[in-house]
């Protein structure tokens, strides 16, 4: 088993910067790739990035490409979304998770957090 807490969370301006951390506990020494997924209210759960064990590969949704950095720290056993030019439409729970494979499929991924509210105003 492998447990995940997000943090980094909060209300921020349009334009504005937050980096949200997930913290693994348990079974850590697994290579789990990891993801970042939101959930808007009224809105299905979405894709938002994804990394390799080894953070060779990054996938990112196009809406935040350019904006948006996945990466991680295994010594830390902590991944993190750096989220930078924030848009109103990024308010969201934002999600992490750990798979065996870095994908855009949420069915991938065998852990969840509990999810952090990222709000931001216009």
């Known amino acids: 088993q492998v447990q995940l807490v997000e943090s980094g969370g909060g209300l921020v301006q349009a334009g504005g910067s937050l980096r949200l951390s997930c913290a693994a506990s348990?079974?850590?020494?697994?290579?789990?790739?990891m993801g970042w997924f939101r959930q808007a209210p009224g809105k299905e759960r979405e894709f938002v990035a994804a990394i390799n064990w080894s953070a060779s590969y990054t996938y990112y949704t196009n809406s935040v490409k350019g904006r948006f950095t996945i990466s991680r720290d295994n010594a830390k056993n902590t991944a993190y979304l750096q989220m930078n030019s924030l848009k109103p439409e990024d308010t969201a729970v934002y999600y992490c998770?750990?798979?065996?494979?870095?994908?855009?499929?949420?069915?991938?991924?065998?852990?969840w957090g509990q999810g952090t509210q990222v709000t931001v105003s216009s």
């Open positions: 998770a750990a798979g065996t494979v870095a994908s855009t499929n949420s069915e991938m991924y065998h852990y």
């Open positions: 348990g079974r850590t020494s697994s290579n789990y790739a």
